[in-house]
Every structure is written in C-alpha cells, then in structure tokens.
C-alpha cells in the first residue's frame, strides 16, 4: 500500500570498514540499492587519519619542547639556589626535602602552561560548536557535546600539564642536584 519503498540507514562505528559493511548489505536479499559515500567518504577517512597522525606528532613534539623548558628552568633554579641547598645539606636536611621544592615547582609550571590552552578550548571550542551547528562538514562528522567533552579535556590537560612539569623537574634534579 506504501508508494514508498522501505529505507534504512545504517551507522558503522568504524569509518574505515564502509566499504565492507556496504558490500555486505548489499548481498542480503531484498536490498535495492547502497549509497555510502564511496570514494569521496573513503578520502575523507584517509584525510581524517593524516590529521589526527599528524595532531599525534605533534602534541608529542610539544611535549618534549615543555620538557626540555622545565629542565632547563629547574636547572637554573638549582644553580641559583646553589648556597641555600649547601647550608641545607650541612644542618642535616634529608635529599627528599631538598628536591621536593624543585618538582613542585616544575609541576606549577606545568599547570600554568596548561592553563592557557584550558582557556583556549572553553571559549573557543563553545565558539566552534555554536558556529558549525555541531557538525563539522557532514553530517558524519559529527563534534561532541561542549560541556562533556570541554570539562573531560580540560582535566587531561591540567594532568598533563602536571605530569610534563614533574617529569622535567625530576630529569633535571637527576642532572644538576648533586645529592
């Protein structure tokens, strides 16, 4: 009775298996016709997957440019503070209490440099996602709720921040703090 015929759509949790799950409906029995996208889908996974390789890369570079920053600044607090750690070794302080001071520094200069791109993500991924309507070229590329996503990646950025700035704060103690 219906002048339409029956549709469904489908949702695959991997993008790049498209091509499999379309050939796969398309064997079952009944099944007129699959539109996926095709090539134009398959470039934009591609696409998709150099971007977030390359985001990867490049997240890791920053990192180890933080590290290296936190060494060397906890390197010339140590050596500026080279007298207080000698009049604290002769009235008999124990070697954590002399280095804890330098890792928790570098763990607030991490927290400080975490701080700005925190700043960056709650004003501008709202902006973002206010301005695309939440989709971000399609349809299937969908960006996630802001508060969720915004207060999850803000915390993972503080840690980071923290965990960068005492890891580069503890390599620097190992080097410079004669202990």
């Not at 219906?2 to 799950?21: F, H, R």
């Not at 933080?66 to 070794?89: D, H, V």
Request: hydrophobic fraction near 50%; charged fraction near 15%.
């Amino acid at each position: 009775d219906n002048p339409l015929g029956a549709a469904y759509e489908v949702e695959a949790k991997d993008a790049s298996k498209l091509a499999n799950i379309s050939d796969k409906i398309s064997g079952i029995a009944g099944v007129n016709t699959v539109n996926y996208g095709g090539e134009s889908t398959q470039d934009m996974v591609k696409t998709l997957q150099t971007i977030r390789t390359g985001g990867t890369i490049f997240v890791v570079a920053l990192a180890v440019v933080a590290l290296f920053m936190i060494a060397n600044t906890i390197k010339i607090t140590i050596t500026a503070r080279q007298t207080e750690i000698s009049i604290m070794r002769m009235v008999g302080a124990s070697n954590w209490y002399i280095r804890i001071p330098f890792m928790l520094e570098g763990m607030l200069i991490g927290l400080i440099g975490a701080i700005i791109p925190v700043i960056v993500l709650v004003f501008g991924y709202g902006m973002i996602y206010d301005y695309v309507g939440g989709m971000f070229m399609s349809a299937m590329l969908s960006l996630k709720e802001p508060m969720p996503f915004i207060r999850d990646f803000s915390l993972i950025l503080v840690a980071l921040g923290a965990g960068v700035g005492l890891v580069g704060s503890f390599v620097s103690i190992r080097r410079f703090l004669k202990i």
